[in-house]
Antibody, heavy 124, light 110 residues
Framework: QITLKESGPTLVRPTQTLTLTCTFS??????????VGWIRQPPGKALEWLALIYWDDDTRYSPSLKTRLTITKDTSKNLVVLTMTNMDPVDTATYYCAQSSYNWNVLTWAFDIWGQGTTVTVSS | QSVLTQPPSASGTPGQRVNVSCSGS????????VDWYQQLPGAAPKLLIFGNNQRPSGVPDRFSGSKSGTSASLAISGLQSEDEAEYYC????????????FGSGTKVTV
């Protein structure tokens, strides 16, 4: 059974750096064709993809947030870390991590399993 | 602002069929497969359809997806009360290297 769980601060001050951890089980991020991504959702708004890290350490970022984001992994501890610098109130959202695995039949990546999400408020 | 356009709402009575549309461009839906996610109230999103029309294990066959050109559609047949949720389409933009773009979401009311 694959599970993911996000953790991190619930309150962040403007200009601070946010660090979120995704701890997972049931799969290995050393397995070819596996990735973990981060997606956020501001209150009452749509989902927004942030970043993705692949089994081979390759990474992808949202173009609009690329300069502020860093995604890393620790395969020995089964976790993925997302850092976002220079936080602003507009970054207030629920942040989700999700597992993705490449589907060789339809040749695509989708986010198969999601964590429960962690809510982050940015306020002074 | 979402890249993919969905109607804000859709509704139906139990047993009816509801369709949710998703409009994109040549670089996203026009190039790559479309995925759909269901988000029940207060819950995390769940993958409903991937690769335009594939259902993950455990997803009822009442849910189906299709794509034509730069648009996609999710159909829910035999609508049930537990289908009341927000539905999001998504696709990779450009190559599968990203970004992954979501739709604006459609609230389905039963």
């Amino acid at each position: 059974q694959i599970t993911l769980k996000e953790s991190g601060p619930t309150l962040v001050r403007p200009t601070q750096t946010l660090t979120l951890t995704c701890t997972f089980s049931g799969f290995s991020l050393t397995t070819s064709g596996v990735a973990v991504g981060w997606i956020r959702q501001p209150p009452g708004k749509a989902l927004e993809w942030l970043a993705l890290i692949y089994w081979d350490d390759d990474t992808r970022y949202s173009p609009s947030l690329k300069t502020r984001l860093t995604i890393t992994k620790d395969t020995s501890k089964n976790l993925v870390v997302l850092t976002m610098t220079n936080m602003d109130p507009v970054d207030t959202a629920t942040y989700y991590c999700a597992q993705s695995s490449y589907n060789w039949n339809v040749l695509t990546w989708a986010f198969d399993i999601w964590g429960q999400g962690t809510t982050v408020t940015v306020s002074s | 602002q979402s890249v993919l356009t969905q109607p804000p709402s859709a509704s139906g009575t139990p047993g009816q069929r509801v369709n949710v549309s998703c409009s994109g461009s040549s670089s996203d839906i026009g190039t790559n497969p479309v995925d759909w996610y269901q988000q029940l109230p207060g819950a995390a999103p769940k993958l409903l359809i991937f690769g335009n029309n594939q259902r993950p294990s455990g997803v009822p066959d009442r849910f189906s997806g299709s794509k034509s050109g730069t648009s996609a559609s999710l159909a829910i047949s035999g609508l049930q009360s537990e289908d009341e949720a927000e539905y999001y389409c998504a696709a990779w933009d450009g190559s599968l290297n990203g970004p992954y773009v979501f739709g604006s979401g459609t609230k389905v009311t039963v």
